[in-house]
Antibody, heavy 114, light 112 residues
């Protein structure tokens, strides 16, 4: 059974950095593109970024472009999200999801606050 | 760029049928697939419809999706409503013009 497990969330000050991880199991991770999607408290879903199955192409929402970097290590079945220059409006639960949104993780909470 | 507009909320009684709409502001749904996600309170999202009208394994056939090209809208229909269907539902599509994935604002379904 396919599973995705995010980790790395926490509280960080504005301007700070954080790295999220998403461990995949139960499916052939290296054959799937992967997304990060976030949800601010009480708000809807917002797509953040996508990486191709082989890591050769990445796409970003305008709200995070230049500050966030998506990457993956297919040998470790793991997806990453490096977040820099964090702002209070980045506060959200961050989910990883597979290319067609077949599989979703349980999410990890990032809080940006002084 | 386009946006997807959904009604903020809908409600219906158990056993009845409800339809949730998703209207695309520009462009054409025929060019990009629509997905529908269900998010129950306190849970992560799960996909109930992909590629306009396909159900993932494990999703009952009470859930169906369709596209209306004339109105440039997509619909999620849930028949035989159950209290467990009470959730937020999001439509989602891909903007091939700029490689972005777009979510609608979500619709809160109340089954009462």
């Amino acid at each position: 059974q396919a599973q995705l497990a995010e980790s790395g969330g926490g509280v960080v000050q504005p301007g700070g950095s954080l790295r999220l991880s998403c461990a995949a199991s139960g499916f052939n991770f290296s054959r799937y593109g992967m997304h990060w999607v976030r949800q601010a408290p009480g708000k809807g879903l917002e797509w953040v970024t996508f990486i191709r199955y082989d890591g050769n192409n990445e796409y970003y929402a305008d709200s995070v472009k230049g500050r966030f970097t998506i990457s993956r290590d297919n040998s470790k079945n793991t997806l990453y999200l490096e977040m820099n220059s964090l702002r209070p409006e980045d506060t959200a639960v961050y989910y990883c999801a597979s290319q067609r949104f077949d599989f979703w993780g349980q999410g990890t909470l990032v809080t940006v606050s002084s | 760029n386009f946006i997807l507009t959904q009604p903020h909320s809908v409600s219906e009684s158990p056993g009845k049928t409800v339809t949730i709409s998703c209207t695309r502001s520009s462009g054409n749904f025929a060019s990009d697939y629509v997905q529908w996600c269900q998010q129950r309170p306190g849970s992560s999202p799960t996909t109930v419809i992909y590629e306009d009208d396909q159900r993932p394994s494990g999703i009952p056939d009470r859930f169906s999706g369709s596209i209306d090209s004339s109105s440039n809208s997509a619909s999620l229909t849930i028949s035989g409503l159950r209290t467990e269907d009470e959730a937020d539902y999001y439509c989602q599509s891909y903007d091939s013009s700029n490689h972005r994935w777009v979510f609608g604002g979500g619709t809160k379904l109340t089954v009462l």
